[in-house]
């Protein structure tokens, strides 16, 4: 596949995957999406590989949500695949048998915040922001968010920041569990890689067998098709109309709860 908004570069045993897209911050349109799928299927298939960093272009963002000029357009129906095919993408991601380290750069927002949470570790840059305001929108997190924040930080402070659609600092995210390290941004992918080239001295199947393990303890999460559900019925509110208009003009929501 030729690749138009993600850069490769692989060196050696890990392979660097940049989101770049940077005039949108990154957002995931559904070519991104798809991209970072084939990627992905790549990198599993290929056995010169043996990790994977995941970072955004630029200064400013990670990824800063789904592509939100292409949710406005959603309807019931075909919500419920885009919130499927998301939790797919981020569940390969999750189950990767080789270490994925999300090297977040700026704002991990929505479905960006939730791409972070499928990978199985997450550095941060001091400037970086996390949050899943969804809600803001009219909808709730579609991407597996409502299951993986509330597995990392426990279900009080998750439901706090599902429910207030707030950000909070890479300070904070680091206090909540939610980063492993927080770093200044240039010395990101460096600790990033000596994340990664500590693991790389280890033995390759007992690092996968671990993966494996620590993702079955949740296993039995019927959750995923909970959120899918709850998606596709928030796509025909009124308030979603309202919330993705809201942000495409640049002015405040106003909610009528229908
Ligand atoms: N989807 C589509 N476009 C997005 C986007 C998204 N999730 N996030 C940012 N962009 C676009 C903006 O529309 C803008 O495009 P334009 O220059 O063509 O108008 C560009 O990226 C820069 O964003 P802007 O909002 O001008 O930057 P900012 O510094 O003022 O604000 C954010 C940064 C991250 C706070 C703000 O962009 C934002 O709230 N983004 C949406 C976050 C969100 O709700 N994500 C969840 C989606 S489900």
Known sequence: MDYKNLLLEKNENLLVITINR????????????????????????????????????????FVAGADISEIKDLNELNARKFSEEGQ?????????????????????????????????????SDNAKFGLPEVSLGIIPGYGGTQRLPQLVGKGIANELILTGDMISAQRGYEIGLVNHVVPQEQLMEKAKGLVNKILKKAPLAVSHAIDCINASFSHNTGYQTEANAFSSAIKTDDFVEGTSAFLEKRKAIFQGK
């Open 22 to 61: 940077e005039s949108k911050l990154n957002a995931l349109n559904s070519k991104t999406l798809e991209e970072i799928k084939d990627a992905f299927q790549n990198a599993y298939d290929d056995e010169s590989i043996r990790a994977i960093i995941i970072t955004g272009k630029g200064e400013k963002a």
């Open 88 to 124: 797919e993408i981020f569940q390969s991601i999750e189950t990767c048998p080789k270490p994925v380290i999300a090297a977040v750069n700026g704002f991990a927002l929505g479905g960006g915040c939730e791409l972070a949470l499928a990978c199985h570790i997450r550095i941060a």
